[in-house]
């Protein structure tokens, strides 16, 4: 059996042991899965990026018709606190938003309170060894509900994705929608091809990850030509580079997908020049862009 960790949490307005936080049977969350949640990296205990979580949060809680229960100054008063009673500097704050307690019926009820809970544990970075070395993956069908859009707790189909990953050794599973390029079980996927930075087109099938937007600033201030488009699986295989991005991973080079090294020539099967520049760029800005 597991143990708990003894981490202060948040639950309803109320502080207190991780270990203890308990919520109804009844709540929908745990019922039908119906609530959103966000995750906020702290490096050196200062947010990074907190207002484009905030949006996020906000317009998943939109989607599912979820009145946002607290303001953004709310928000980062509970997660300063948190933060500042757990031992790491380099951290994850977890938010959970769920409709609240009712009879269970499909349909939403009216006029109850959400469930709100939040929680920090340990920032959990790529190894010195995997980033040197770059991660496998494996590819499979993007079998997940349609609205990858909303960042739900919903996440079964995600679970069985990395599964399927975890079985196989590799860090990620890399997945495509009627042969095109969607995301990871966990992260968003990108391509490098002929020194530019490729990804997936905004849709219902694909989350909005806060480092879509950091990318881009990036690509901007290193010169390199950055463009969302639909993505064919076949480019993704002959790919120059693939790239996985999310909060714990930052930027992480893919160097074997499907047994396959990535890449072309001298560099085949290593991390390539966009990513070593990328993630330089991102360390750079951890430092100037949290709170």
């Given at each position: 059996?597991?143990?708990l960790?003894?981490?202060?949490?948040?639950?309803?307005?109320?502080?207190g042991?991780?270990?203890?936080?308990?919520?109804?049977?009844?709540?929908?969350?745990?019922?039908f899965?119906?609530?959103?949640?966000?995750?906020?990296?702290?490096?050196?205990?200062r947010?990074?990026?907190?207002?484009?979580?905030?949006?996020?949060?906000?317009?998943?809680?939109?989607?599912v018709?979820?009145?946002?229960?607290?303001t953004?100054?709310?928000?980062?008063?509970?997660?300063?606190k948190?933060?500042?009673?757990?031992?790491?500097?380099?951290?994850?704050?977890?938010?959970?938003?769920?409709?609240?307690?009712?009879?269970?019926?499909?349909?939403?009820?009216?006029?109850?309170?959400?469930?709100?809970?939040?929680?920090?544990?340990?920032?959990?970075?790529?190894?010195?060894?995997?980033?040197?070395?770059?991660?496998?993956?494996?590819?499979?069908?993007?079998?997940?509900?349609?609205?990858g859009?909303?960042?739900?707790?919903s996440?079964?189909?995600?679970?069985?994705?990395?599964?399927?990953?975890?079985?196989?050794?590799?860090t990620?599973?890399?997945m495509?929608?009627?042969?095109?390029?969607?995301?990871?079980?966990?992260?968003?996927?990108?391509?490098?091809?002929?020194?530019?930075?490729?990804?997936?087109?905004?849709?219902?099938?694909?989350?909005?990850?806060?480092?879509?937007?950091?990318?881009r600033e990036?690509?901007?201030?290193?010169?390199?030509?950055?463009?969302l488009?639909?993505?064919?699986?076949?480019?993704?295989?002959?790919?120059?580079?693939?790239?996985?991005?999310?909060?714990?991973?930052?930027v992480?080079?893919?160097?074997?997908l499907?047994?396959?090294?990535?890449?072309?020539?001298?560099?085949?099967?290593k991390?390539?020049?966009?990513?070593?520049?990328?993630?330089?760029?991102?360390?750079?800005?951890?430092?100037a862009?949290?709170?």
């Amino acid at each position: 059996m597991q143990t708990l960790p003894d981490s202060l949490s948040y639950l309803n307005g109320v502080y207190g042991a991780l270990a203890d936080a308990k919520v109804s049977v009844l709540d929908r969350g745990f019922i039908f899965g119906d609530g959103i949640y966000e995750v906020l990296p702290v490096y050196g205990r200062r947010i990074f990026r907190f207002e484009e979580h905030m949006a996020r949060l906000e317009r998943s809680l939109g989607r599912v018709r979820i009145a946002n229960p607290h303001t953004a100054a709310d928000w980062l008063a509970i997660a300063r606190k948190l933060s500042a009673a757990h031992p790491s500097d380099d951290q994850l704050i977890y938010i959970q938003v769920t409709r609240g307690v009712a009879p269970r019926d499909h349909v939403m009820p009216q006029g109850i309170e959400p469930t709100v809970f939040m929680m920090v544990s340990a920032m959990k970075p790529p190894t010195a060894e995997q980033r040197h070395q770059g991660v496998a993956c494996v590819t499979a069908r993007d079998f997940r509900w349609e609205r990858g859009d909303i960042k739900s707790v919903s996440l079964l189909g995600n679970v069985l994705a990395r599964q399927i990953s975890a079985d196989r050794g590799a860090t990620e599973t890399i997945m495509f929608r009627a042969g095109m390029l969607t995301e990871a079980a966990a992260c968003n996927v990108w391509i490098v091809h002929e020194g530019a930075l490729l990804g997936p087109p905004k849709s219902e099938h694909v989350l909005e990850g806060i480092r879509v937007e950091l990318l881009r600033e990036l690509c901007e201030e290193e010169g390199i030509a950055y463009n969302l488009r639909p993505i064919p699986e076949a480019e993704v295989l002959a790919a120059d580079e693939v790239l996985l991005s999310s909060a714990t991973k930052e930027v992480l080079a893919v160097t074997t997908l499907d047994g396959e090294p990535v890449g072309h020539g001298a560099l085949r099967g290593k991390p390539g020049p966009v990513y070593a520049r990328l993630h330089a760029a991102y360390q750079r800005a951890k430092a100037a862009q949290s709170i």
